[in-house]
Structure formats: C-alpha cells, structure tokens
C-alpha cells in the first residue's frame, strides 16, 4: 500500500463534489495499487482494514454495491454489518438517534437511500464516516469507477468527453460534478420533462470553469454526440419510479445508445453503463456486450475504488 492522504481520513463521500481534483487522483492511485494486487492474487497481503466494522444500510435492490463493499471490506481484513430494512430508518428511530447509536459501535456507515437529506443528516450527526451508496440526487462511487475506467481506457481524462444519453438522474449528477473536477467536458441529451437538478448543474458549471472543464446540457443526442469519447447509458426507470414506467418509456424513446449513436460519436467512442441494464431499451444489446462496452471494466472498479476509499478514510 502506497503512501496514504491525509486529507482522506475521516472523511465522509456524500457527493462527487465532495472530492478536489488531487483527492480524485490520490484515490485512482490507491484503487489502482489494490487492483493490481487483487488481479495478481485475489488477496491482499495487507490489511489496513484490519478490525474496522461497517454498516451496509441498503434501502433499495443492489447487487453490485452489496456485493463490492461486503467483499471489499472482507478482503482488506474489515466487517461488513448489513443492516437490512428492520432498521426502519426515520420510522422505528429518528436518524439521528441511529446516527449516534452508530458511532459508539462502529467505524463507518455505507447508506443507499432515497432523500440526499438523509444521508447528509445521518453524515452531521454521526461521529463516524458515511459513505453514500446511492441516494436519489448522487451516486459517488459509481462515478469514481467510470472515470478511473475511461482514464484507464484512454490513459487520462483531462479534455476527454462524456456525452450521458437519458435522464438528468443521480447517476448524470455525480458524473458532472466529478467530470467537472477533473476537467472534462459532460454533457447531456435529455428529453423535456427529465432534466437535472438546476442547482447541481449549476455547481459543476462553476467547478469546471476553475478547472478548464464543461458542462453542456441539451436534448438531442444526434446533437449532442459527435466528438464524444464515451456515450453513457442509464436505465429509463430508475428504482423508485416504477409508476411512471409508461411516461418514461414514451419520452425516453429516442434516447437509446446504439451502434449507429456510438459511431456517430466517433471511432475510438466506447459505451458505458452502471448496470443493471435493459438491452434494447437504453442500450442495445450489441453495444453493451461488445468490444467498445466499458460496463464490465466499471463494475469491476467498484469493488477498487470503494476499497480505495475506505482505505484512505477509515484505514490504518
Ligand atoms: N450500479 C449499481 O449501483 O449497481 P447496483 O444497483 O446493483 O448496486
């Protein structure tokens, strides 16, 4: 293990502009370290989670952010403590009760929720780290994975640009506000009615006019897509929004990431997606499964750069 930030300790990941542009790189180089590691082995001769204990409090389905945290914390000598549901948080007990609860017990706090307000409550409160798994407004870490993903696909990201096709969600917010303190551009073709947060763009407009980045937001993503490095895809219901299925599928028509998008794009474009996905809604299947896809190379650094972070925060 490489040498260890500082600035990194004790800290909380609540949102992707959380992050300056050299913690970004301190934690692609901690990922990178435990990556090749893992790659060589499938373990880890150190473990600088050794005795550190974490609750996975996950109040939506996951499959890669369960897997990669509990995973990741077993394989860097830690302990996961999922929580599951019965914890009834802001029902059974306040948030906050639980937030204080927390950190007499244990070193840190994974939450996917819905309301971002919860996890900034649970994070004011609590003595410990918390780290924001998915809420409806960021999902961080899936933005360090597909970034450190592109940078690893094309050796750097400064310049590069990430064209998301769909919906201004969590998922776009945190590539933005990320892409935007590394110095690149994103943008967005969405369709009216499913724009971003005014607020966040706005954030990532400000933080990229300090880092040479930009922030394009339009509709058209026949428009919006020549000279994109990467095309994004994200699902068109997102958890949550199950009854507005038939809406989405209607507006959310055009917005679909194919081979003919990808080459609109250009030739060295590559495909991304968070996964799970649906083939032939967001993304077709032969773009998702074939050579220019970079989804698996994403899922795969889950599992690193959480394990980065949780390093660098609560590690020693
Ligand atoms: N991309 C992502 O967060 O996957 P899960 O919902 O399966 O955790």
Redesign the pocket.
């Known amino acids: 293990m490489g040498n260890l930030s500082a600035s990194l300790h004790g800290r909380d990941l609540l949102s992707s502009a959380d992050l300056t542009r050299a913690e970004y790189e301190q934690v692609f180089a901690t990922a990178t370290e435990l990556k090749r590691e893992f790659r060589e082995s499938r373990r880890h001769v150190a473990q600088p989670l050794a005795g550190r204990n974490v609750a996975l409090v996950l109040e939506k389905?996951?499959?890669?952010?369960?897997v990669t945290f509990e995973a990741g914390l077993n394989q860097l000598g830690g302990h996961a403590l999922p929580l599951g549901e019965g914890i009834g948080f802001g029902v059974r007990e306040s948030v906050f009760d639980i937030a204080r609860n927390l950190a007499l017990w244990i070193d840190g706090i994974v939450i996917r929720t819905f309301d971002h307000s919860v996890v900034t409550e649970l994070a004011a409160e609590a003595r410990i780290p918390v780290f924001n798994a998915?809420t409806d407004d960021e999902?961080p870490f899936?933005a360090l994975a597909d970034l450190l993903a592109l940078r690893e696909h094309f050796g750097s990201l400064e310049g590069r640009v990430l064209t998301f096709i769909g919906d201004g969600n969590n998922v776009y917010h945190s590539l933005a506000l990320a892409g935007a303190t590394l110095g690149m551009e994103i943008r967005l073709a969405h369709p009216d009615g499913y724009g971003p947060h005014e607020a966040i763009v706005a954030r990532a407009e400000k933080i990229a006019i300090a880092t040479g980045g930009k922030i394009v937001v339009g509709r058209d993503p026949r428009e919006m897509t020549p000279g994109s490095d990467a095309l994004y895809a994200d699902v068109w219901v997102s958890m949550g929004q199950e009854e507005q299925s038939h809406a989405r599928f209607a507006a959310f028509a055009g917005y679909c990431v194919d081979s003919g998008l990808l080459d609109l794009a250009g030739p060295n474009a590559v495909a991304m997606h968070?996964?799970?996905a649906h083939r032939g809604q967001e993304i077709t299947a032969d773009v998702l499964d074939g050579p220019r896809s970079l989804a698996l190379e994403q899922a795969e650094n889950r599992l690193h750069v959480q394990k980065a972070f949780l390093v660098e925060s609560i590690g020693r």
């Open positions: 389905q996951s499959l890669r952010t369960r998915l999902h899936q968070c996964l799970p």
